[in-house]
Nanobody, 122 residues
Framework: QVQLVESGGGSVQAGGSLRLSCAATGRYLHTYAMAWFRQALGKEREHVATISRGGGTTHYSDSVKGRFTISRDNGNYTVTLQMNSLRPEDTAVYYC???????????????WGRGTQVTVFS
């Protein structure tokens, strides 16, 4: 029902910034909570940030709080993750997800993008 495509990944030096975008197909993006998850090589996929359907509520994992900002533009069917002060431990594939609840759990998100690679080097 919803298709998501991430973009904006790449390689950046520690301390730098990247902006990830998630483009959604369909006119009903505003009905979904949106989130970013990430999965490092050999590790489980973990929650990064969530934003409510209207954008008024956000949640961040402790590891990114104060450095990352999630936002959305329902009119343009996009969700953005601004990542500042990047660290090598932020290296992972980042996934955009859509679901029916403001949640940090993978099972609450029904639609997923294919991911975009972020590599932070020192």
């Amino acid at each position: 029902q919803v298709q998501l495509v991430e973009s904006g990944g790449g390689s950046v030096q520690a301390g730098g910034s990247l902006r990830l975008s998630c483009a959604a197909t369909g006119r009903y993006l505003h009905t979904y909570a949106m989130a970013w998850f990430r999965q490092a090589l050999g590790k489980e996929r973990e929650h990064v940030a969530t934003i409510s359907r209207g954008g008024g509520t956000t949640h961040y994992s402790d590891s990114v709080k104060g450095r990352f900002t999630i936002s959305r533009d329902n009119g343009n069917y996009t969700v953005t993750l601004q990542m500042n002060s990047l660290r090598p431990e932020d290296t992972a594939v980042y996934y955009c997800a859509a679901g029916g609840a403001v949640s940090t759990f993978r099972r609450h998100f029904n639609y997923w993008g294919r991911g975009t690679q972020v590599t932070v080097f020192s």
